[in-house]
T-cell receptor, first 115, second 116 residues
Framework: GAGVSQSPRYKVTKRGQDVALRCDPI?????LYWYRQALGQGPEFLTY????????KSGLPNDRFSAERPEGSISTLTIQRTEQRDSAMYRC?????????????FGEGSWLTVV | AQSVTQLGSHVSVSEGALVLLRCNYS??????LFWYVQYPNQGLQLLLK??????LVKGINGFEAEFKKSETSFHLTKPSAHMSDAAEYFC??????????????FGKGTKLSVKP
């Protein structure tokens, strides 16, 4: 696609429910990243993939959070048993290649509110 | 460990005035530094980046930033503000020397307002 696409844009869920956030990166982009941004804060790294391989998941806050990219394109970030502290914007990004010479393109984000 | 500090969560300037957004970083290895901008209802967009070489980096929309190692700073400037510059600006440093750009450490952001 023309840009990084995320869905849903807005999600309100009840505490304890599972949530899946979807990211469709720019076509052909090798690397895909997930970030989380709380109100008044900058984006915080969660995890990233090269193709289908999860390269770094050091930013995932606990084992309720998981991500996959099974075919090296679309990715899903899943939060199980959501808690109110999970409320934030979740940003997906992609780059054509990995490495600092490559520009990262961000999507518009998915706003998650846990009530 | 690496970190980024952006001085001033809100900055207001008049149209035509100089824009100066401050960013200081902490890094135990030579850093790669970035400025991103977020316009309302849009995703983050890369303004400019410093990796190696020339310490004065020029970006889009007339912005530039200078890497000053002695001051551990990477301040963002624009000589003359335009109304369309109103947005939130984020400074970031790479977490892994020479590694993926993915593991970026962001500052908290500075919201820029431009008065007519």
């Amino acid at each position: 696609g023309a840009g990084v696409s995320q869905s849903p844009r807005y999600k309100v869920t009840k505490r304890g429910q599972d949530v899946a956030l979807r990211c469709d990166p720019i076509s052909g982009h090798v690397s895909l990243y997930w970030y989380r941004q709380a109100l008044g804060q900058g984006p915080e790294f969660l995890t990233y993939f090269n193709y289908e391989a999860q390269q770094d998941k050091s930013g995932l806050p606990n084992d309720r959070f998981s991500a996959e990219r099974p075919e090296g394109s679309i990715s899903t970030l899943t939060i199980q048993r959501t808690e109110q502290r999970d409320s934030a914007m979740y940003r997906c990004a992609s780059s054509q290649l990995t490495g600092v010479g490559n520009t990262i393109y961000f999507g518009e984000g998915s706003w998650l509110t846990v009530v | 460990a690496q970190s980024v500090t952006q001085l001033g969560s809100h900055v207001s300037v008049s149209e035509g005035a100089l824009v100066l957004l401050r960013c200081n970083y902490s890094s135990s290895v030579p850093p790669y530094l970035f400025w991103y901008v977020q316009y309302p209802n849009q995703g983050l967009q890369l303004l400019l980046k410093y990796t190696t070489g020339a310490t004065l980096v020029k970006g889009i929309n007339g912005f530039e930033a200078e890497f000053k190692k002695s001051e551990t700073s990477f301040h963002l400037t624009k000589p003359s503000a335009h109304m369309s510059d109103a947005a939130e600006y984020f400074c970031a440093v790479s977490a892994n020397y020479g590694g993926s750009q993915g593991n970026l450490i962001f500052g908290k952001g500075t919201k820029l307002s431009v008065k007519p």
